[in-house]
């Protein structure tokens, strides 16, 4: 049994988790900033229905709601108010999808979750958390944009691959370092949780990193361009 405090305290704190590293995974967005290379978040939200347990969806609606809502928000009128809130909330509801779609197939199909000692089940983790799950958001994100006319049609296809992959990125990623140093297994020294979880974040901070010095080195070339001409 979980009181009602304590349930509403968990989906705050998942949504709270969901919308930071949201910020974070905006950094490598691509325009119109809803498509990312990596979205830790879609890691995070799979790891924290696995860990609590479906029920707590409301915590990675929430905080899609709040990190897309931050960045596309439109309060010009009513209109583009409307526009922009009905997006992020079609975005929310494909996030949440997921990630309760990917909690049902890894609990279905692989026995020893929490362990992950297996490179069986880390590859069904991948599998079915990341690849066919992450199809959910990506197909609902885009569409919802292409639909509203976000999106041009000839970008459909580059922003849902980007989309797809960001995702399934963030589930290889964030989803077994979260399962290893929260879940309840006691097969796994703290020393190996630790050394894993350090190892697979040092690889996202590296990615991030190249990421971002090679898009400032390509905005000082468009500029050299641009002053040139």
Do not use: H
Request: proline share 3%; net charge positive; aromatic share 12%.
């Amino acid at each position: 049994y979980v009181s009602p405090r304590m349930y509403t305290k968990r989906v705050l704190l998942l949504a709270l988790a969901y919308a930071l590293t949201g910020k974070l995974g905006l950094i490598m967005a691509i325009s119109p900033g809803y498509a990312t290379a990596i979205w830790p978040p879609a890691g995070i939200a799979l790891a924290g229905l696995l860990l609590l347990g479906g029920r707590y969806w409301p915590g990675v609606f929430l905080g899609s709601l709040a990190v897309n809502l931050a960045t596309s928000l439109d309060i010009e009128s009513f209109e583009t108010a409307l526009k922009t809130g009905g997006i992020s909330f079609a975005i929310a509801t494909g996030a949440s999808l997921q990630a309760l779609a990917g909690m049902y197939l890894c609990k279905k199909y692989i026995a020893e979750l929490e362990a992950l000692q297996r490179y069986q089940d880390i590859g069904l983790l991948f599998v079915l958390g990341g690849i066919i799950s992450c199809l959910i958001s990506a197909t609902v994100g885009v569409n919802t944009l292409w639909y509203t006319q976000t999106v041009a049609r000839e970008l459909v296809i580059p922003s849902w691959l980007t989309w797809w992959i960001g995702d399934a990125i963030g589930v290889l990623v964030f989803t077994p370092v979260l399962l290893l140093l929260f879940g309840a297994s006691t097969t796994i020294s703290r020393q190996r949780k630790y050394i894993v979880s350090s190892v697979l974040g040092a690889t996202f901070a590296l990615v991030v990193a190249i990421f971002i010095i090679a898009n400032n080195w390509e905005e000082a070339q468009q500029k050299a361009i641009f002053n040139k001409a």
